[in-house]
């Protein structure tokens, strides 16, 4: 079964800098697609980037980008001239794209971590 | 587009009652979803709906179940509510089940059991 660990339960960045929040994975497949959600306080979960993992380039939305490293099993989260709306809930999925199983189309989530931006 | 919506936002159960969330999409996907979400532990699927007319269980579906109603709707009851039942639940949907198509979620609906 795969999992999905977010090692920094609290981050915190000042307005316009730059952060960057860690996820790493654990998988035996070899095709797959990650994902960063955002969830604000109102609760309402919206997708922020995604990475398929066949695509070595750098997934990039804006101001989000990802740090992709495969073979590591790593996906990173960076965030650059950081907002106050960007103040969040973040959460880093994985989702299985082989044919056939029980995980297929099942997103996995990581604990989470909690963004605050300070003015 | 309404997108996904659920209904009630929140609700307060007794031990041992019961009651259904009720789940909509209008963006005329195939692939329908239910989520809870606990403290420190992200969200995890329940039941999931590939097509109209299939349903399939998840990592937590014990003490629920689901009905795909049509391609628009899908429900989830808890027969007799527990305190372990107590969390935030999400409806998803997406396109397909397969690729690398996003998944939309509802707002969401706060369950205490006490």
């Known amino acids: 079964a795969q999992t999905v660990t977010q090692s920094q339960p609290e981050m915190s960045v000042q307005e316009a800098e730059t952060v960057t929040l860690s996820c790493t994975y654990d998988?035996?497949?070899?095709?797959?697609?990650l994902f960063w959600y955002k969830q604000p306080p109102s609760r309402q979960m919206i997708l922020v980037i995604r990475?398929?993992?066949?695509?070595?380039q750098n997934a990039t939305e804006n101001r989000f980008s990802v740090n992709f490293q495969k073979a590591a099993k790593s996906f990173s989260l960076k965030i650059s001239d950081s907002q106050l709306g960007d103040a969040a809930m973040y959460f880093c999925?994985?989702?299985?794209?082989?044919?056939?199983?029980?995980?297929?189309?099942?997103?996995?989530f990581g604990q989470g971590t909690i963004l605050t931006v300070h003015p | 587009n309404a997108g996904v919506t659920q209904t009630p936002k929140f609700q307060v159960l007794k031990t041992g009652q019961s009651m259904t969330l009720q789940c909509a999409q209008d963006?005329?996907?195939?692939?329908m979803y239910w989520y809870r979400q606990d403290p420190g532990m992200g969200l995890r699927l329940i039941y999931y709906?590939?097509?109209?007319?299939?349903?399939d269980k998840g990592e937590v579906p014990n003490g629920y179940n689901v009905s795909r109603l049509n391609k628009r709707e899908f429900s989830l009851r808890l027969e007799s509510a527990a305190p372990s039942q107590t969390s935030v639940y999400f409806c998803?949907?997406?396109?397909?089940?397969?690729?690398?198509?996003?998944?939309?979620f509802g707002p969401g609906t706060r369950l205490t059991v006490t």
């Open positions: 998803a949907s997406s396109e397909q089940e397969r690729g690398p198509y996003e998944q939309y």
């Open positions: 998988t035996s497949e070899s095709d797959y697609y």
């Open positions: 990475q398929e993992a066949y695509k070595q």
């Open positions: 999925a994985y989702r299985s794209a082989n044919a056939g199983g029980t995980s297929y189309g099942k997103l996995t």
């Open positions: 963006m005329n996907h195939n692939s």
């Open positions: 709906s590939a097509s109209e007319g299939t349903t």
